[in-house]
């Protein structure tokens, strides 16, 4: 069952269209990743999916619910975690956890247990009590996700949740979203990291100038846009000589050698690599080092829209 | 509704721990009002031993009852001693000599000029070195005249000091034209006495300073980006905005209600009767409201929101005669002042205080509620700009 679908989503600020005819679907326990650069129409997007923002056009709804800016049954489905930090600095963290909670409705009596565990989900159990301003970047970021998590929303969107976070924090919020998703969460993750989408997304939308350039899983992506994987060989000898022999090999589509490499463009690197491995033995040719290049979302990314995702 | 409170209580709690609004609310209004009401003393601090002469040239039933019923009034009260002179010169002698503060001159054929529909003037001389005695002196007139309803009636007041013409000084008397014209004295032309009218003034002025604390933190809520939370919550917008108000006229309403208890127990001030002026102060919060929710829906930033209602507030407080009464100024300058809630409210309150029922706060509430209808409506129109994520 779909948790969140959207169709026909619009919205222009005067003359900018930031966002353009955008649809989409996320089922109950699935990671769906957001993928474009900065100004690409992410934020727009979600800020009309989680009604914050009204849309020119298109219909939102989450658990079969309507969602708008003027409707609220709805956004109790829904939790939020801006890309900003979204904390009131001279109030402790568990004050943040309560005052979101009683606006979401969380009942008085299960309010402070449901506090304290989501305290220990984003390891601030023992801070708590601190005003949020004595925390480091990472703890408040933390705790931003947790007041999206607080009343255990059906739909958990998170605007590009790791900008300017420390590694450490970074992968830590990387863990909890996937252990969201394993628990029937379904979320929708904006980012312009593509290890991250690759990491956390069971699909991903490609995203670029408002519209939705392609969709699918990482592999349906990929192919969709015919990539191939690349094979770097180190060679001691002729490269040239191991050129010539391989050249006659249907699985590889260009070859290209320098001085002491081979580059080689194939279909399936795993199962053409011990082919090319014997042809090289054969033709006297040592190779030194062998890597694989799979094609991944920011190669998609670039064939797609024709820039880098960080342009 | 459950919405907006649980936002004002978040709000209130944010206000009452940062401080600020206890500071600006309560202790520096009443640190002012203490402070003015120690440098400028009430009338029976000073008018002990103010001495002032009188002279009657035109021995009238209207100069009569003031000589021979209304100062002997205030004499017995302590507030003058006075002293008859045959005439305009010896008094003018006396107060140039020092030995009187001023002099009542009721010059010859005033009343017949009174009633023949002229303009007639009564002259107060006054020691240079004594302009307060002169200004009481006068204001014990003024008050007589006005029950008379002397319509008018025309005082002149000048100044004499050592060395000076007394004969020439007598002839600019009788050939003097009037100084201060009287008006219709009505109820709302009453004033407070220093100490109520200083405390009054700070809570009203500190008051447009205190409710821009809820007004103002929508603003804050989009700098710590807590706006879009909020909006993205099962609450509707009006929800937010509700409990934004409710901040601003707790706060409003609780610094009015503290300085009020705590000027009148501390240094004697007298507000009036308590219900009316709870109503001035609940009509009094609301208009600050208003204008200062006005204001913060065209700022952009808390810090631009600040400065501007530092503005306005410094402004209609100096307009609305919050640190000097306006009979003091220029009239024009009264009539300036009923563009500020500050005057209205300080009107109200001499009303009461000066003992009129409770319909007295009648028209200053419905002008104070008229300030918060026009401003609320007109930030409703920004309002969408202002809920923007």
């Not at chain 1, 009683?102 to 801070?127: C, H, N, Q, T």
């Not at chain 2, 409770?358 to 409506?377: D, H, M, R, S």
Request: with cysteine; proline share 4%.
């Amino acid at each position: 069952m779909n948790v969140l679908e959207c169709e026909g989503l619009a919205k222009a600020f005067d003359e900018l269209v930031a966002v353009d005819d955008v649809g989409f679907h996320i089922a109950a326990g699935e990671t769906y990743g957001l993928l474009g650069p900065n100004g690409a129409g992410k934020t727009t997007t979600i800020s009309m999916i989680s009604g914050i923002l009204e849309s020119d056009a298109g219909k939102v709804t989450v658990a079969g619910k309507e969602i708008t800016t003027r409707t609220t049954d709805g956004n109790a489905e829904i939790g939020y975690v801006p890309q900003d930090i979204a904390i009131y600095p001279d109030l402790t963290a568990r004050e943040n956890l309560r005052f979101f909670g009683k606006l979401y409705g969380i009942p008085k009596a299960s309010l402070g247990p449901r506090v304290d565990e989501v305290l220990e989900v984003i390891g601030l159990s023992d801070r708590g009590d601190d005003r949020t301003e004595e925390y480091s970047g990472g703890m408040k970021r933390r705790l931003n996700i947790g007041i999206g998590l607080l009343h255990e929303p059906s739909l958990l969107i998170l605007d590009e949740p790791t900008v300017g976070v420390d590694p450490q924090s970074r992968n830590s919020i990387l863990e909890s979203v996937e252990l969201l998703g394993q628990s029937g969460t379904a979320v929708l993750y904006t980012t312009h990291y593509m290890e991250e989408a690759e990491r956390l997304c069971d699909r991903v939308a490609i995203i670029d100038g408002g519209k939705i350039r392609a969709e699918g899983t990482r592999r349906e992506l990929v192919e969709l846009v015919g990539q191939r994987d690349t094979i770097n060989l180190g060679v001691i000898g002729s490269a040239y000589r191991l050129v010539e022999a391989l050249e006659s090999m249907p699985e590889i589509h260009k070859i290209t050698a320098a001085d002491a490499s081979v580059e080689i463009l194939v279909d399936g690197a795993s199962s053409v690599l011990p082919r090319i491995l014997e042809v090289a033995q054969q033709s006297e040719v040592g190779v030194s080092g062998v890597e694989v290049v799979e094609p991944n979302l920011e190669s998609v990314f670039l064939h797609l829209t024709g820039k880098a995702l960080r342009d | 509704m459950r919405a907006s409170m649980i936002i004002a209580l978040k709000d209130l709690s944010q206000r009452i721990r940062d401080k600020s609004a206890i500071l600006l609310g309560i202790v520096a209004p009443l640190g002012l009002a203490l402070i003015f009401a120690a440098i400028i003393p009430d009338a029976s601090d000073f008018t002990s031993d103010i001495q002032v002469g009188v002279v009657d040239d035109d021995r009238s039933a209207i100069s009569a009852p003031f000589i021979n019923d209304v100062l002997p009034s205030v004499e017995a009260d302590g507030l003058l001693t006075v002293e008859s002179y045959d005439s305009a010169e010896t008094a003018i002698a006396a107060v140039d000599a020092g030995t009187i503060s001023a002099a009542y001159i009721f010059p010859e054929g005033f009343s017949d000029s009174l009633q023949a529909g002229g303009e007639a003037t009564v002259e107060i001389v006054g020691n240079v070195d004594d302009s307060i005695a002169t200004q009481i002196a006068k204001a014990v007139l003024d008050s007589y005249l006005a029950e008379v309803d002397a319509v008018g009636v025309a005082v002149g007041a000048v100044m004499v000091s050592g060395g000076s013409d007394v004969a020439g000084i007598a002839q600019s008397v009788t050939a003097s034209t009037s100084a201060v014209v009287l008006a219709d004295v009505a109820a709302g032309n009453r004033e407070l006495d220093a100490t109520t009218f200083f405390s009054a003034g700070m809570a009203v002025f500190f008051l447009f300073f205190t409710v821009q604390f809820g007004v103002s933190s929508l603003l804050e809520e989009r700098h710590f980006g807590t706006l879009p939370r909020l909006l993205g919550a099962p609450i509707s917008r009006w929800s937010v905005i509700g409990g934004k108000a409710i901040t601003s006229f707790v706060l409003g309403l609780i610094s009015m209600i503290v300085l009020a208890v705590a000027t009148t127990f501390m240094i004697g001030a007298e507000w009036g009767n308590p219900l009316g002026v709870l109503i001035l102060m609940i009509c009094g919060v609301m208009s600050a409201l208003g204008i200062m929710a006005l204001v913060a829906v065209v700022a952009k930033t808390p810090e631009q929101a600040a400065n501007y209602q530092a503005i306005v507030a410094v402004a209609l407080g100096m307009l609305g005669g919050t640190f000097f009464p306006l009979s003091q100024g220029p009239r024009i300058l009264s009539l300036f002042s009923k563009l500020t809630p500050h005057a209205w409210f300080l009107q109200g309150l001499g009303d009461l205080s000066a003992g009129e029922s409770l319909k007295a706060v009648v028209t200053p509430a419905l002008a104070l509620l008229a300030f918060f209808v026009v401003t609320i409506g007109i930030a409703s129109i920004w309002r969408k700009e202002v809920l923007a994520p």
